[in-house]
């Protein structure tokens, strides 16, 4: 069976510091993977998503990046942090196709002081 | 384009009564739903899905959901709530316009009173 790790579980980071959070994907090739974020009573944001090996796409513009050097490793970046990157960050992974689901990591909780 | 609205941010219900969360979508093609819950700084988990076969769709936890294309609607029910039921629900479309992303209800946060 399939499952997702996302590491840490929560993160407490100065302003200014990077950040790198890792998504690894078990029992399944070629999985579509996504990164979102989840600021505090609101829904879910996409930040990147990813087809393949190194084919990376940014849905929103920000102080965030994201690779993906391996088919089921996917990596969230930053250079410096800021105050509005806290938030609770989620990795996913789903399989190509108009009626399939996206299944969840357990979240890294960010908070950048 | 498609786009999901949750037409409350807050539900409470007692615990041993029923629960509605509301869900409208909109689409230019036939829809592919979901139903996430989310527990306090938990992961999604998906709770059940349409996908064009029968409307009423039965998920688990005793969750179900009907689809009502003449009413663009995918409500979620349950018919007793239990103390656990106490989570953020998100409703979700599938967009069938381009890379078949995922589109996300801004949640529904379930309140369970004893």
């Known amino acids: 069976s399939q499952t997702i790790h996302q590491w840490p579980a929560t993160l407490v980071q100065p302003v200014g510091s990077p950040l790198s959070l890792e998504c690894t994907v078990e029992?399944?090739?070629?999985?579509?993977l996504y990164w979102y974020r989840q600021a505090a009573g609101r829904g879910l944001q996409l930040l990147f998503y990813?087809?393949?090996?190194?084919?990376i796409s940014s849905e929103v513009p920000q102080n965030l990046s994201a690779s993906r050097p391996q088919d089921r490793q996917f990596i969230l970046s930053s250079k410096k942090l800021l105050l509005s990157d806290s938030g609770f960050y989620l990795c996913?992974?789903?399989?190509?196709?108009?009626?399939?689901?996206?299944?969840f990591g357990q979240g890294t909780r960010l908070t950048v002081v | 384009a498609q786009s999901v609205t949750q037409l409350d941010s807050h539900v409470s219900v007692s615990e041993g009564t029923p629960v509605l969360l509301r869900c409208n979508y909109s689409s230019s093609y036939s829809p592919s739903l979901f139903w996430y819950v989310q527990h306090p700084n938990k992961g999604l988990q998906l709770l059940l899905k349409y996908t064009s076969a029968a409307t009423l769709v039965k998920g688990i936890n005793g969750f179900e959901a009907e689809f009502k294309k003449s009413e663009t609607s995918f409500h979620l029910t349950k018919p007793s709530a239990h103390m656990s039921d106490a989570a953020e629900y998100f409703c979700?479309?599938?967009?069938?316009?381009?890379?078949?992303?995922?589109?996300w209800g801004a949640g529904t946060k379930l309140i369970i009173k004893p």
């Open positions: 990813s087809v393949g090996i190194g084919q």
């Open positions: 979700v479309v599938r967009n069938m316009d381009s890379n078949y992303q995922l589109i």
């Open positions: 029992g399944t090739s070629n999985p579509n």
């Open positions: 996913a992974w789903g399989s190509t196709g108009w009626n399939t689901e996206a299944f």
